[in-house]
């Protein structure tokens, strides 16, 4: 009896077994052969799962992506001032080392897509922030709702976002220290949005 195999199950899996490998090597340094030899498969079978390299890197950011929105999510559950949610939502990505590692992957996705205008890639970052502005909104409209800031404040989703991607590359380029540029751009945000009799 032949084996029926999920796809999507399969390209997670191959996806998931490189992923150590794109941390550690980076988008330009590995190959379609490393990708098969790490996960234990033919550059046949990737061949099968994937139209190029770009397509893996895609589908591992996308477990990345996954992984960071669902601790997003489970940080808007909690119950903790609108403020603090968009402090640790915002510092979330300088939490720690495994986040700065797939924070290097994701500079170095950056400068590809800015530079290579391969439009795969563009229109994935667009997906991406589609994903990311809805949890910064839900943020933001559960505020409104309790009067917690001025509903004015609902034109700040996609600000907020531009800001954390902003920040991605600042704190390379330009050696910022993430959580204190962050404390000061909270700070200076609920300055103007929250409402005042709000403690």
Known sequence: MAIIVDKEEKRRAIA???KELLLEHGIKNITI???????GVGKGTIYGYFNNKEDIVFEIISVFI???EKALYALIDEDITTKEKIR????MLYSNAEYEKQLSIYREFLAISLTSNIEEMIAFSRACRT????????IINEAIDKGDIKPQAKAMTSTLHTYSIGLVVDTKTNALEPQEHIDAFVEALFA???NKDIK
């Open 88 to 91: 640790r939502s915002l510092s």
């Open 66 to 68: 996954a992984e960071h």
């Open 33 to 39: 052969s490393k990708i098969a030899a790490c996960a």
């Open 131 to 138: 994903r990311f502005e809805t949890a910064i909104e839900r």
């Open 192 to 194: 103007l949005i929250e």
């Open 16 to 18: 998931l077994a490189s």
